[in-house]
């Protein structure tokens, strides 16, 4: 089975900006793509972005467009979300996941294989 580590979260004030990675290891192979998901107090577990397997193809949440940007590396075995203009709703934990699914667009927690264990990002104002 796949394993996903988060890390990199942190305190950040209101404006700045936050990486968060995540490393892949066991059976990578089938791993079709890979998403971020973020889940703040009292709320559900959202989409947030994901990348092709390649990662040629991202998508994003509307929320996060034009602020975040989802990168992996050139083994496939790891993936970013670099996190600018940070604002206090951006609170959350943070959580890397994979699926077998082909394609971009895959934004349904349903969808996802494997999950990390998660990381805190707590954005002040």
């Known amino acids: 089975q796949v394993q996903l580590v988060e890390s990199g979260g942190g305190l950040v004030q209101a404006g700045g900006s936050l990486r968060v990675s995540c490393a892949a290891s066991?059976?990578?192979?089938?791993?079709?793509?890979m998403g971020w998901f973020r889940q703040a107090p009292g709320k559900e577990r959202e989409f947030v972005a994901s990348i092709t397997r390649n990662g040629r193809s991202g998508d994003y949440a509307d929320s996060v467009k034009d602020r975040f940007t989802i990168s992996s590396d050139n083994a496939k075995t790891a993936v970013y979300l670099q996190m600018n203009s940070l604002k206090p709703e951006d609170t959350a934990v943070y959580y890397c996941a994979s699926t077998r699914i082909v394609g971009i667009g895959v934004r349904s927690l349903l969808d996802y294989d494997n999950w990390g264990q998660g990381t805190q990002v707590t954005v002040s104002s």
């Open positions: 066991g059976p990578t192979f089938n791993i079709a793509a």
